[in-house]
């Protein structure tokens, strides 16, 4: 969902999403055989309405004021679920990093480096939403290499576009990619689109529906009404390997080629996708089953983690993945009403096993949050 939000009913939206995630809560604890009681804390993303996190210029006439900085909004109203279950809640996750010149996104780069890296092994984790965006794991032996996350372009939004419009509305997705698998791939098709200035653009990037939703696929049937008239699985077929062929043109920003690609989020369930990724890549793919992790509960687990790392004072967005000035801790924090927050959450984590970055007091320079003094200088806009 996003687009131009409609303020008047912003209200009656985050009550619902607060309802909705109340009861999923509830039934998480039912299914995890948890008590709520034994909860230490949530976090929720909530739905993005709206994300421009470019600098624009305003629309009014102030010589005082020449440039409105990013946008990042999430519908979301965290308070009932603290209020409900008694426990902090960490919400607007991408606004702190858009702030200060970030992107907002991607935001899960720490827990897939915390998930999936490897001690020997160069890896990627490639997350096939409505967008697709990858997060480059070094080995451990290549601590030197940075730990770089961006957007590729269109995941599955465009794919999922074309099928409800095939259909007329009747099915929203190709199931495991059985008539992409069908087609043959239209290079005026890939052209049109792989032409866009936003595949040369350098990392840290980010993008969405504005770029790649209703829009940019009314301008591509528009393209198609002065070519020869293209089978419907070929249309399919070349947004499928425009996909594969986004991720491939992010790969010559990384250090070294991954050895392995592991893919989350639900177009890893498109099984022509995966194949026409692997093949155009020259990358063998595994899902995050072969982990033990349902590649649609990915996200869900990540911003569980990256709660946890603003509960525990730890940044989660650096400038290696979203261009943000320098590493900030992400997210607000509602307190739970009787005040309390999880001074235990570190040894919590532990024993858990959950890994988190940045010792307490140990923190690389790089990482380290300012301890005092302006943050920026009135001239240039940077940090000092």
Request: with cysteine; proline share 9%; aromatic share 8%.
């Amino acid at each position: 969902m996003t687009g131009k939000p409609t303020f008047q009913y912003w209200g009656d939206l985050e009550h619902l999403m607060s309802e909705t995630e109340t009861s999923l809560m509830s039934s998480l604890c039912s299914l995890s055989n948890i008590s709520p009681s034994d909860l230490n804390g949530a976090g929720t993303h909530g739905v993005t309405a709206y994300h421009r996190p470019s600098p624009h210029e305003p629309p009014w006439e102030n010589p005082e004021i020449t440039t409105i900085p990013g946008i990042t909004l999430q519908i979301s109203n965290p308070y009932r679920l603290s209020q409900k279950y008694g426990i902090p809640v960490v919400y607007d996750f991408r606004r702190a990093d858009v702030s200060v010149g970030g992107e907002g996104a991607p935001l899960a780069t720490l827990f897939h480096r915390a998930a999936f890296s490897d001690p020997h092994e160069n890896r990627a984790f490639l997350n096939l939403g409505g967008i697709a965006n990858l997060t480059y794991l070094p080995a451990f032996s290549n601590a030197h290499q940075a730990c770089l996350s961006f957007d590729t372009g269109p995941g599955n939004m465009l794919l999922d576009l074309a099928m409800s419009h095939i259909t007329h509305g009747e099915k929203t997705y190709d199931k495991n990619g059985q008539r992409s698998a069908s087609g043959n791939v239209q290079k005026s098709i890939q052209d049109f689109l792989l032409d866009d200035p936003w595949f040369s653009k350098p990392p840290p990037k980010s993008t969405g529906r504005e770029d790649w939703g209703k829009e940019k696929f009314a301008n591509l049937l528009t393209f198609l009404k002065n070519h020869p008239s293209v089978p419907d699985n070929d249309l399919l077929a070349s947004l499928a390997e425009t996909t594969a062929a986004g991720v491939l043109s992010g790969f010559r920003w990384l250090d070294s080629k991954p050895d392995l690609l592991i893919l989350g989020g639900g177009g890893s369930y498109n099984t022509d996708l995966r194949r026409r990724i692997s093949r155009i890549t020259g990358v063998p793919t595994n899902t995050t089953e072969r982990f033990g992790w349902p590649p649609q509960a990915i996200e869900s687990m990540a911003f569980a983690y990256l709660a946890a790392l603003t509960l525990s004072g730890r940044p989660a967005s650096l400038p290696s993945t979203t261009g943000c000035s320098y590493a900030v801790i992400g997210g607000s924090i509602v307190p739970p009403q009787n005040g309390s927050l999880p001074a235990r959450l570190r040894e919590i984590c532990l024993a858990a096993g959950i890994h988190l970055p940045f010792p307490d007091r140990a923190t690389p320079p790089e990482f380290r949050l300012p301890e005092s003094g302006p943050l920026f200088s009135e001239e240039t806009g940077k940090r000092q």
